[in-house]
């Protein structure tokens, strides 16, 4: 568990509380979770009853499976839906993750590599 995004995820609430809020779950009590899991140093393993709940609704697809938006961003695709251009896999690496939310700009490594090119 990427440690360093939980603690970018603490100081930086919007997300969590967006998250709850479509979980419909109190974020106080997601974010007690990512102090938990700070002290713990990431162990899930510590997590009981609810707690798994919260994690796995609100602070896990943080974490985890964040879709890339591609080197040129979301795009229409002439239905009114918006998709990614990711020409990768369509998920941010956790190496990029940490740097995506610290940007606000969530790409892969070869997305991000393709948009400094076209630059």
């Given at each position: 568990m990427?440690?360093?995004?939980?603690?970018?995820?603490?100081?930086?609430?919007?997300?969590i509380?967006?998250?709850?809020?479509?979980?419909?779950?109190?974020?106080?009590?997601?974010?007690?979770?990512?102090k938990?899991?700070?002290?713990?140093?990431?162990?899930?393993?510590?997590?009981?009853?609810?707690?798994?709940?919260?994690y796995?609704?609100?602070?896990?697809?943080l974490?985890?499976?964040?879709?890339?938006?591609g080197?040129?961003?979301?795009?229409?695709?002439?239905?009114?839906?918006?998709?990614?251009?990711?020409?990768?896999?369509?998920?941010?690496d956790?190496?990029?993750?940490?740097?995506?939310?610290?940007?606000?700009?969530?790409?892969?490594?070869?997305?991000r590599?393709?948009?400094?090119?076209?630059?």
């Amino acid at each position: 568990m990427n440690v360093e995004i939980l603690e970018y995820l603490l100081k930086n609430e919007n997300h969590i509380e967006d998250m709850a809020k479509n979980a419909k779950v109190d974020s106080g009590a997601s974010f007690g979770i990512i102090k938990l899991l700070l002290a713990n140093h990431g162990d899930i393993g510590v997590l009981k009853g609810k707690q798994i709940y919260h994690y796995e609704n609100v602070i896990k697809p943080l974490l985890e499976n964040v879709q890339c938006e591609g080197p040129m961003g979301m795009m229409d695709d002439d239905n009114g839906n918006w998709v990614s251009s990711c020409v990768n896999d369509g998920i941010v690496d956790d190496e990029s993750l940490y740097q995506s939310y610290l940007e606000e700009d969530f790409k892969c490594q070869i997305c991000r590599h393709d948009a400094e090119k076209m630059r």
